[in-house]
């Protein structure tokens, strides 16, 4: 016969609370886990060895992307903060192309063995060439300030192009007014003046900040410009090497056929922020006309000058072209 009465009551009620518990325990755990699972791509870092390193890929962020931009940092490659961001990605490839490793743009185990094992190879000095070496070997393609001069597929610069007289942009452009994302940028002297005087101009408009992410590049930091877009393709939509790069050059032109070479283009952009949607790409596509410059790249011209639009790219030509360029609503092409 069942013995009922307080104590079975007791018995009952306590196994009860034992159920729910467990079963909060489980709903917490099983929250955990989940909320492990959806985190955001963060790596962290392990404590071990070079293999226990996470391969780490364009986009991925936490601790290990941290040390990954520090130690090519480190080594004069750049990359900075938290991020596998696209200037980790080109300092990356730089990092494996001058360690003997295949650039493939994916911190995997080869990297990080290089890169933590004390062995790896510091960046190569700069490619751009020193200005004093730019003025003894210079000789103009043109015009000694190229205005204007067209550079596209079909009409490449000569091998050895050489604008005449380059500043370094970071000594010469007040970071008040703007600032230079590359430290090592360069530029042909007269467009800087131009383009001082333009942003200057903006400034005292209330129109700011603004930075500068590229003006002169070499053939070499063209191609490495190529092959850095081609990777972050290849990672980003999954492509294959030959895909990928086949729609690199339909964004980034091939080495010698870049405005960039003659040191009168500027990529002008606001840290952070797309471009085309600021207040400072309303004032540019107003006002940049009136100080010599050309936005090179628009929208309703793609089919003419057969490159996507590029809000950012500014090319100067001098001022009174580039109004009669704007009234007469052409491109250099
Ligand atoms: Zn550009």
Not at 48 to 63: C, I, K, N, Q, T
Not at 67 to 83: A, I, P
Not at 133 to 155: H, M, Q, T
Request: glycine fraction near 8%; proline fraction near 6%.
């Amino acid at each position: 016969m069942p013995v009922t009465g307080p104590g079975t009551y007791n018995v009952r009620k306590m196994k009860k609370r034992i159920f729910i518990g467990t079963a909060a325990a489980v709903l917490v755990i099983g929250l955990a886990v989940l909320a492990v699972c959806l985190r955001p791509q963060t790596k962290p870092l392990p404590a071990a060895g070079a293999e226990d390193y996470p391969v780490l890929r364009l986009g991925d962020s936490g601790e290990a992307a941290g040390e990954l931009n520090r130690g090519l940092n480190t080594l004069g490659y750049g990359g900075e903060g938290e991020v596998f961001d696209r200037d980790t990605l080109r300092a990356l490839l730089s990092f494996q192309r001058q360690n003997g490793l295949d650039a493939d743009g994916i911190a995997g185990k080869q990297t990080w063995t290089a890169l933590l094992g004390g062995t790896a190879v510091t960046a190569a000095p700069t490619v751009t060439p020193p200005l004093s070496a730019l003025k003894a070997e210079g000789k103009p393609y043109e015009d000694p300030r190229g205005l204007p001069l067209l550079v596209n597929r079909s009409c490449p610069l000569p091998e050895n192009y050489q604008p005449l007289a380059l500043v370094l942009l970071n000594d010469y452009c007040d970071p008040a007014v703007a600032t230079v994302k590359n430290p090592d940028t360069y530029a042909e002297k007269e467009a800087a003046d131009a383009l001082i005087r333009m942003l200057t101009a903006a400034c005292e408009e209330g129109i700011f900040p603004w930075q500068i992410s590229s003006a002169y590049r070499t053939p070499e930091q063209q191609q490495a410009e190529l092959e850095a877009q081609a990777a972050a393709y290849r990672q980003e939509n999954d492509l294959s090497e030959a895909d990928a790069l086949s729609a690199a050059r339909k964004t980034v032109a091939l080495p010698g056929t870049s405005e960039h070479h003659l040191g009168t283009c500027f990529d002008i952009t606001v840290p952070e922020k797309w471009f085309a949607g600021t207040d400072q790409y309303r004032w540019m596509a107003k006002n940049c006309w009136d100080y010599g410059f050309i936005l090179r790249y628009a929208a309703d011209k793609e089919e003419i000058t057969g490159f996507l639009a590029e809000a950012w790219h500014y090319r100067y030509v001098g001022r009174e072209i580039a109004q009669a360029m704007r009234d007469a609503n052409l491109c250099l092409e």
